[in-house]
């Protein structure tokens, strides 16, 4: 699982792939969802809760406001 999620993240457009590229392994295999909806920030889906980026990537100021 953990794989997939860099497999989704090295296909976005840069520089959304590589700040989610970032992520900690640890992270990665609990991502169930990366909602990307315009004007609003990156959200994460884990164990089945919506959770901003900006939580798990402090550091991923592209990924803030789409």
């Known amino acids: 699982m953990m794989d997939e999620y860099y497999n989704v993240a090295a296909h976005l457009p840069e520089p959304y792939g590589a700040e989610l590229a970032q992520l900690d392994p ?36 592209a990924c803030r406001h789409l």
Not at 29 to 53: H, W
């Open 26 to 61: 640890a992270l990665a295999g609990f991502v169930q969802e990366i909602r990307l909806r315009a004007d609003q920030p990156l959200l994460f889906t884990v164990k089945g809760r919506a959770v901003p980026c900006f939580k798990l990537l402090p550091c991923a100021d």
